[in-house]
């Protein structure tokens, strides 16, 4: 038997298990372009808490009573295409089963050459390319400038901060931990960090950023960016990534932000990492680079076994990943 992970509630708040089901079915069958894959690594986001609401949005809602679907790691084990044989690894968008059916030219075969294969779904994959495209396109960072990060901890902002060092800022993070705000000292490089569960954070950015704040990329919004904004440099621009403050809170209001806007001249942008689709491999060839060359790393958290799958996506609002979060579904049936 294959199992399925289905959405059969829409939360209204934080997410629990109350909205998810175990879901027993048959293993399917590729048809012509198609292939099986077995499941290898799961990624879990925080913007598939956005898809989880019936609301408008960039992308469609999941739909109740059937399978989620995110970005994930898998093994071909029957092929249908030509492209794509038994034992292949690749990468894709794929609906939250052990064992799933995808048209083949919907996914990636991974490059083993470039590193581990869970890098696609980290610093070479949809995070590492949000905070490329993020920071390069919108945040414009020149040499000398100061960057604020918030979420600096997580699969998107571990990226950011370490490509505002490779050209030459300063660079704040902002995280909800101490094991957090050292990692991202001690071992990325970040000039100053802000642990904003312990330290009142307008405070402390006055402290770290005496200069005041050229780029601040936004992962989270909320009271965080609250204090950003009047520490604001003239011309200074706005990356707005992510909201995760707000993604549990019905009918959450504020901030007031457009008297700093105006006082600073300031540029705010939000964006999706799909608006440059077709400047991915500009991204790609950069973050390979830094990778090779050692001037970029990361850190996985790797929860195990499928059925928690649903307990390692409500850790990314309790904050208990550090760098990507992920799980490990099953070894590949062959070895490499």
Not at 81 to 87: C, K, N, T, V
Not at 95 to 114: F, G, M, N, Q, T
Not at 144 to 160: D, H, L, P, Q, R
Not at 272 to 292: A, C, H, I, P
């Amino acid at each position: 038997m294959n199992h399925e992970i289905h959405l059969v509630k829409r939360p209204e708040a934080a997410p629990t298990h109350e909205h998810f089901e175990m879901v027993e079915s048959e293993k399917p069958e590729p048809g012509e372009g198609e292939v099986l894959v077995k499941m290898l690594y799961v990624s879990v986001d925080p913007y598939m808490r956005g898809r989880m609401n019936d609301t408008k949005s960039y992308i469609a809602p999941f739909e109740l009573n059937a399978p989620i679907e995110g970005g994930a790691i898998a093994e071909v084990t029957h092929s249908k295409a030509s492209h794509l044989s038994e034992g292949d690894i690749i990468t894709g968008m794929l609906p939250w089963k052990e064992y799933a059916v995808a048209k083949a030219d919907s996914l990636r075969k991974i490059d083993p050459s470039l590193g581990p294969v869970t890098t696609s779904l980290g610093v070479l994959g949809m995070p590492g390319l949000t905070a490329y495209f993020g920071l390069m396109d919108i945040g414009q960072p020149k040499e000398g400038e100061t960057i604020v990060v918030s979420g600096a901890a997580g699969a998107v902002g571990t990226t950011v901060v370490q490509i505002g060092k490779i050209v030459g800022c300063r660079v704040v993070g902002i995280a909800g931990s101490d094991e957090k705000t050292s990692y991202l000292k001690d071992e990325l490089g970040v000039d100053e960090t802000i642990n904003y569960k312990k330290e009142n954070v307008y405070e402390a950015l006055q402290k770290a950023c005496p200069d005041g704040i050229d780029v601040y990329f936004d992962n989270v919004g909320g009271d965080i960016s609250d204090a950003v904004y009047p520490q604001l440099n003239k011309f200074a621009r706005i990356t707005q990534c992510g909201a995760i403050a707000s993604y549990n809170v019905p009918n959450d209001q504020g901030p007031r932000m457009q008297m700093h806007l105006i006082k600073s001249s300031a540029l705010i942008k939000g964006f999706t990492v799909g608006d440059y689709q077709d400047r991915f491999k500009e991204g790609f060839d950069e973050l390979s680079k830094w990778l090779k060359e050692g001037r970029l790393t990361y850190e996985e958290t790797v929860v195990e076994g499928f059925e928690n799958i649903p307990d390692a996506f409500f850790g990314l609002f309790e904050g208990s990943n550090l760098g990507k979060q992920l799980v490990k579904v099953a070894e590949p049936s062959h070895s490499s």
